[in-house]
């Protein structure tokens, strides 16, 4: 962060590690205009927050089928969602590509959209599976005798009992897509729909040198905007994690 501060003369003349002679704020007004901060920041959240939402919603109603429903077959799908945690991202992104090239919708948002739930689905179902299976059957029993149906257990009984569980799982899906560089950067080549972690490569002078200054400033704005955001819901966080490790 102290090295944000530094003007380029700095950078050029001084070593990396010595602290900055004075505050330079121009180079966070350069990095907010150069960068494209406030438009790539919409993009940025809209694309997360519609991502984590779908991955949230249907990994935990997939999780609660496959882990507190009982029918044939469920151990084996299981298997198979979780299979796709072994599969390279960068393996399936010029078949995906082409195919949102094919369907007209390359440079919107929607291909990453679509990219980020496909990929985040497997693990999303693996860790909500864990946090359902610490949940005792008996309440779900209680539930079904008392007239209740599936989505009345679901939404009555699981969501509840698991709800710090989705939290901790939505902000490891939010904090991944956000942070992600090769999906957007692979599937856009529209300035307009770039996201926060596309415009920072935005921070190249003349002949290709490199605006440090700007670009470390970007940088610390980002670092602590999450770091706001996880100070924030940190008691949440820790409390779904200790959840799904004790049975009962």
């Not at 084996?76 to 072994?86: A, D, E, N, S, T």
């Not at 949102?100 to 679509?114: A, R």
């Not at 920072?200 to 700007?214: A, E, H, I, M, T």
Request: with cysteine; charged share 10%; proline share 4%.
């Amino acid at each position: 962060m102290a090295s944000s501060f530094k003007d380029e003369n700095q950078f050029d003349t001084k070593p990396l590690w010595t602290l900055p002679t004075k505050l330079d704020f121009n180079n966070y007004a350069q990095a907010w205009t150069i960068a494209h901060l406030p438009r790539d920041a919409i993009n940025s959240i809209s694309v997360t927050l519609s991502s984590v939402v779908v991955i949230i919603a249907v990994g935990s109603a997939a999780a609660f089928a496959l882990e507190v429903m009982v029918w044939k077959g469920r151990g084996g799908i299981l298997l198979f969602l979780v299979g796709g945690l072994m599969v390279p991202g960068q393996l399936v992104l010029l078949p995906l590509f082409e195919i949102y090239y094919k369907v007209g919708v390359d440079n919107t948002l929607w291909p990453m959209i679509v990219t980020y739930i496909g990929e985040g689905l497997p693990l999303t179902v693996f860790l909500m599976a864990v946090y359902f299976r610490s949940v005792p059957r008996e309440l779900f029993e209680a539930c079904t005798m008392d007239g209740g149906g599936i989505f009345r257990c679901f939404f009555s009984v699981a969501v509840p009992l698991v709800r710090n569980g989705m939290l901790t799982v939505g902000m490891l899906m939010f904090f991944s897509v956000f942070n992600d560089l090769l999906v957007a950067l692979t599937f856009n080549t529209e300035p307009s729909v770039s996201t926060i972690q596309v415009g920072l490569l935005n921070f190249d002078g003349q002949y290709g040198s490199v605006l440090y200054g700007p670009l470390l400033a970007a940088i610390s704005i980002v670092i602590f905007a999450m770091l706001f955001l996880y100070l924030a819901i940190n008691k949440q966080i820790m409390k779904g994690i200790t959840s799904g490790a004790v049975k009962g």
